[in-house]
């Protein structure tokens, strides 16, 4: 998978699909999944980031989500958090090309 | 068409059943995702970005009218109420759910179809020439010999974990509209001298990571022994295919790295025993039975020239393009071959919506014999259509945005999904394609850059054909950025070439002014009649070269 | 075999008689299974010797073990058992099918190693009549994965001829 890599990355997020229908969740600081980038927890550094990624695979996690993985967010005074990379971003929001479809379809 | 007997229905109905098992151990966490995972792929469906995606075997791209009001019916009651037709001559649905999905194939089966080998290391489904027994100077029906293979293909023990993907495709014609050399099997249907039907059998080509032309490994295989030509291909692919590293898994490497000569002496000498057995051998009676499925539609006596067709054409200008450009010569007289593009300028290529899909459907049933094909271009086809009613069809069709008369021109792009929607991707390959197209909208534009095939992969996975696009895009990441290598030079057909790569690689900002500079360089330096790969054949790469990269 | 493991043999739960044997292992009147370089290595004592003998193909890194450099051993060996080091390696539905079709082999060909549930069947049309399967399955299911295609299209090793002829009798 491309675009995967947070290495380096000061600020991350988990992210994962869940199982009963693919749709992106992510992982928040009350330990659920969330269906909303807005509510995901952000890690600042590296050890905090891999205690975020171990919280979010207890024994029973793939009862729920698919492959959880930490990925690299940006900091952005006017937005807050946003995804690094376009791949994430895609994935917080939907197709570039159909607007009406994904995420950015039921915040609209 | 090629009807289901009592045994294939039966086969199709195991199939949902386990794999509704499977589902349920997996939702009730019985087994784990690394468990599952190899079961889902071999049933097509994968894991992408904003959900599953489920990809349904169109065998040979061949579809009944009822069919394609099945695709509608799941598009809208399974999906968002569109689906996506893939150069592999299969639809692809981007949002059902893991757990609606096999309700989804019960529903399927019901006409005939399944989702069995979209993916996996396995024999995929049989690609094929879209004009098949429409098309004038076919040795025979193609679809007769991909619907033996796809039997023979299906839940086969020994083939079933292969190295790596395999991909099967047949042309009975000697314009080859399948791709047949860029395929792991490419098959030529040929005539010997004697009269006799025979296949030509191409083996190791591909495109992707190391894109290959197929070596020709037989000049004429006997109908009766294909079977066993093709296992025996197989056999020794399955046996010394590398299994260390799934880059260099296709047979495509196998036949590099061991040689062409080397690869033929292997496949004859386990043809020779397995033929020997005679077990392979396929019953006349069978393929009789088969080809009686894929006899000619009774059409009707008629003229050649249809008077109200010249009139419409004299009074419409735009009828008379999409004629001219999407219309072909059909083998009866008074009939034609439509082109339903799946290119409005501007949209996104493949795409239909399940009014469109319920559209087309009627058309077939009414206008076109109750046929309808795919072709690898991701436009759909009605292949055998009245003169007469050629500009009913076409109103109707205008009516629905499926009247764009731009096939195989710079607005008719193959893309791949991209990252918009692939999980593989490092970048977007819809939004070029669109914009590309807004760009040239101006069809007399087109009309005078003529043939011009630009293919577009949003990674070196090449999905979309860059590597065989007259004009080939990939999208390549650096740094979470997105940006675009392009290569020239390339074909598909039966001049089969593979592209040459330009030089350092554009900004999404930059590529489409890029192809703008490719075409003016191409309209400067064309001579006569000279299509874009012409040109490029004659002239190579350096003036196309120095001015795309001028500062 | 390992000790999570249990055989089933041409459709019944069957007692492992036979033993992996190391390749610096010292040969005992067991049923052993030897590695094929120890088959070609130590062929006279291994003929000589009184008691049961099989041999492993191992999947190897690259390229697995060729089936066809059994063919002259075929008459002191009694079992082959075919490593299926992942799901994925299919290269020894060809060994198998190999074995039987050509090299005429008609001991136990027993299949070691990551098996699926759904991959039983196909391996027994290949011509594998032994599985070393998880103990938490039970023949039930084993038999349940065993009919889960009640046609096959196409002839391999069993004697299922294929739909292709059977709709013609042949």
């Known amino acids: ?108 | 068409m090629y009807r289901y007997d009592e045994f294939d229905h039966q086969l199709v109905a195991e199939r949902v059943e386990q794999f509704r098992g499977q589902v349920a151990r997996r939702v009730a966490g019985e087994i784990t995702e690394d468990a599952f995972k190899p079961l889902r792929l071999m049933n097509g469906v994968y894991l992408q970005l904003h959900a599953y995606m489920l990809r349904v075997a169109i065998p040979y791209g061949t579809l009944s009218s009822k069919q394609m009001r099945m695709l509608a019916h799941l598009a809208r009651e399974y999906d968002r109420g569109y689906g996506h037709f893939t150069t592999r001559q299969n639809i692809q649905y981007n949002w059902p759910a893991l757990d609606r999905i096999p309700d989804l194939l019960q529903e399927l089966a019901s006409v005939e179809m399944h989702a069995i080998q979209t993916s996996g290391n396995c024999i995929r489904n049989v690609t094929s020439d879209q004009y098949a027994g429409a098309i004038a100077d076919e040795v025979e029906d193609p679809r007769i010999i991909s619907e033996i293979i796809r039997q023979w293909s299906t839940f086969h023990p020994e083939f079933s974990y292969l190295p790596r993907k395999f991909k099967i495709a047949v042309t009975g014609h000697k314009n080859d509209r399948a791709a047949i050399k860029l395929h792991d099997i490419g098959i030529v249907i040929v005539k010997n001298a004697a009269g006799e039907i025979g296949y030509e059998v191409h083996v190791g080509g591909g495109q992707g990571r190391t894109p290959f032309i197929a070596k020709k490994m037989s000049d004429f295989v006997p109908a009766a022994q294909l079977l066993a030509y093709l296992e025996a291909v197989m056999r020794v692919y399955n046996m010394l295919g590398r299994r260390d590293n799934s880059y260099k898994a296709r047979i495509k490497i196998l036949v590099h790295e061991t040689g062409e000569e080397e690869m033929r002496r292997l496949v004859e000498a386990e043809f020779a025993k397995i033929d020997a057995s005679q077990m392979l051998t396929v019953p006349q009676e069978e393929i009789d039975r088969i080809a009686a499925y894929f006899a000619p539609p009774a059409l009707q006596e008629l003229p050649a020239a249809s008077a109200s067709l010249d009139a419409a054409r004299a009074s419409d200008t735009a009828f008379d393009h999409w004629v001219t450009t999407n219309v072909v010569s059909h083998v009866k007289p008074g009939y034609g071959i439509v082109n339903i593009s799946l290119k409005p300028i501007g949209g996104i290529p493949g795409d239909a919506s399940d009014a469109q899909m319920d559209v087309i459907a009627d058309l077939a049933e009414t206008y076109a014999q109750d046929e309808v094909r795919v072709t690898h271009e991701q436009n759909l086809v009605l292949p055998h259509v009245k003169l007469d009613d050629l500009k009913t069809v076409y109103d109707t069709l205008l009516a629905h945005g499926l009247a764009t008369p731009n096939l195989g021109m710079i607005s008719d792009t193959i893309a791949c999904p991209g990252l918009d929607y692939c999980n593989l991707a490092n970048a977007r390959s819809i939004p070029l394609a669109q914009e590309i197209s807004n760009r040239f909208a101006d069809l007399d534009r087109q009309y005078d850059i003529g043939e011009l095939k630009i293919k577009i992969s949003g990674c070196i996975n090449a999905c979309g054909h860059h590597h065989v696009g007259h004009i080939g895009i990939l999208g390549v990441d650096k740094k979470g950025t997105e940006f675009y290598q392009i290569s020239l030079g390339g074909s598909a057909d039966e001049n089969a070439s593979l592209g040459d790569i330009t030089g350092r690689a554009f900004t999404e900002d930059d590529i489409v002014d890029a192809i703008e500079n490719l075409v003016a360089s191409y309209v400067d330096l064309r001579q006569g009649g000279e299509r874009f790969i012409d040109t490029y054949r004659r002239v190579g790469m350096q003036p196309f070269k120095e001015r795309l990269y001028a500062e | ?170």
């Not at chain 3, 079992?79 to 539905?93: C, K, M, S, T």
Request: include cysteine; glycine fraction near 8%; charged fraction near 25%.
């Open chain 3, 1 to 170: 075999m390992q000790s999570n493991r249990q055989l089933i043999k041409d459709g019944t739960l069957a007692e492992n008689l036979w033993l992996y044997l190391e390749d610096d292992a010292a040969l005992s009147d067991t049923a052993s299974i030897v590695s094929l370089q120890r088959l070609e290595d130590e062929a006279d004592t291994l003929r000589a010797r009184n008691a049961p003998l099989g041999v492993i193909l191992r999947a190897g890194e690259k390229q697995g073990e060729d089936v066809r450099r059994l063919a002259p051993f075929l008459d002191m060996i009694q079992l082959v058992a075919i490593e299926f080091p992942v799901y994925r390696n299919g290269r020894g539905f060809s060994s198998a099918r190999i074995l039987r079709e050509e090299l005429k082999f008609d001991g136990e060909i027993r299949a070691t190693g990551e098996v699926l549930f759904d991959q039983w069947q196909p391996m027994a049309r290949c011509g594998i009549n032994a599985f070393e399967v998880d103990a938490s399955i039970s023949l039930d299911q084993f038999n349940q994965a065993m009919g889960e295609f009640s046609q096959a299209y196409q002839p391999a090793s069993d004697a299922r001829r294929g739909l292709l002829w059977q709709r013609h009798g042949k």
């Open chain 1, 1 to 108: 998978m491309a675009q995967h890599s947070a290495k380096g990355a000061r600020f991350q997020a988990v992210t994962a699909n869940r199982l009963t229908d693919g749709e992106v969740v992510y992982f928040t600081d009350a330990g659920h999944w969330s269906l909303s980038f807005s509510e995901a927890a952000i890690a600042d550094g590296a050890e905090a980031a891999e205690a975020l990624l171990a919280g979010a695979m207890p024994a029973d996690f793939e009862a729920h989500v698919l492959d959880p993985y930490l990925f690299e967010v940006l900091q952005d005074a006017q937005t807050g958090y946003q995804p690094a990379s376009v791949r994430e971003t895609i994935r917080a929001k939907g197709p570039t090309i159909r607007l009406d479809l994904g995420k950015q379809a039921i915040a609209s």
